[in-house]
Nanobody
Framework: QVRLVESGGGLVQAGDSLRLSCVAS????????VGWFRQAPGKEREFVAA????????YYVDSVKGRFTISSDNTKSTMYLQMNSLKPEDTANYYC?????????????????????WGQGTQVTVSS
């Protein structure tokens, strides 16, 4: 089992930056990849970014490319989502997730079903 706890959310203005953290505990050595998803009010949860340790590959949804960066420490105990140039449309509850299964294609980690463990979420609100 892996437990995930997010932090770092808050209320910011458009153009500001935030760094979300996700602390993992338990069998973190068994995780193959981590991801961030978000859910805005009245909308379905959507993929934001994924990071796979093998090859240290990352992948982003088009709407955040060039603004967000996903990373993780080498111990797999903490992962981050650096968010720059925030926009009001980035307002959502952000969730981190961890996957146990290795997939050859990092695109596979854009799907929620790929992940085995989820955090409770941290709210990000961007005012215009």
């Amino acid at each position: 089992q892996v437990r995930l706890v997010e932090s770092g959310g808050g209320l910011v203005q458009a153009g500001d930056s935030l760094r979300l953290s996700c602390v993992a505990s338990g069998r973190t050595d068994s995780t193959a990849a981590v991801g961030w998803f978000r859910q805005a009010p009245g909308k379905e949860r959507e993929f934001v970014a994924a990071f796979r340790w093998i090859g240290r590959q990352s992948y982003y949804v088009d709407s955040v490319k060039g603004r967000f960066t996903i990373s993780s420490d080498n111990t797999k105990s903490t992962m981050y989502l650096q968010m720059n140039s925030l926009k009001p449309e980035d307002t959502a509850n952000y969730y981190c997730a961890a996957a146990r299964v290795y997939y050859n294609t990092i695109y596979s980690y854009t799907a929620e079903r790929t992940y085995d463990y989820w955090g409770q979420g941290t709210q990000v609100t961007v005012s215009s």
